[in-house]
């Protein structure tokens, strides 16, 4: 049973940094897989924020470039979203995903529960 497993996000004030953390188990391909996250606003869409290849590269979306950081630790099986010079506009639940298509961004099957993260003064 493929299971991702978050951690991290809260509440922080504008310019702030937070770190989530995603934990894959169940599948060695899942873990292998192009791995991200997702944001999801009030009212609006589910939103690519960054993604990885097992290989280390790297995408993101315009609005969170030289502020995001996405990675991951392939022996663990985990994958971390760095967040740093946090905008009131960044507020969103967080979803990692796996084994979304690296090319169309079109996400994967499996999805973690989902964190708030909280940009306010």
């Known amino acids: 049973q493929v299971q991702l497993v978050q951690s991290g996000g809260g509440l922080v004030q504008p310019g702030g940094s937070l770190r989530l953390s995603c934990a894959a188990s169940?599948?060695?391909?899942?873990?292998?897989?192009?791995m991200g996250w997702y944001r999801q606003a009030p009212g609006g869409q589910r939103e690519l924020v960054a993604a990885?290849?097992?290989?280390?590269?790297?995408k993101y979306a315009d609005s969170v470039k030289g502020r995001f950081t996405i990675s991951r630790d392939n022996a663990k099986n985990t994958v971390f979203l760095q967040m740093n010079s946090l905008k009131p506009e960044d507020t969103a639940v967080y979803y990692c995903?796996?084994?979304?298509?690296?090319?169309?961004?079109?996400?994967?099957?499996?999805w973690g529960q989902g964190t708030q993260v909280t940009v306010s003064s």
């Open positions: 995903n796996a084994a979304l298509n690296w090319y169309t961004f079109k996400p994967g099957d499996y």
């Open positions: 169940g599948s060695r391909f899942i873990s292998n897989s192009p």
């Open positions: 990885i290849v097992s290989g280390g590269s790297t």
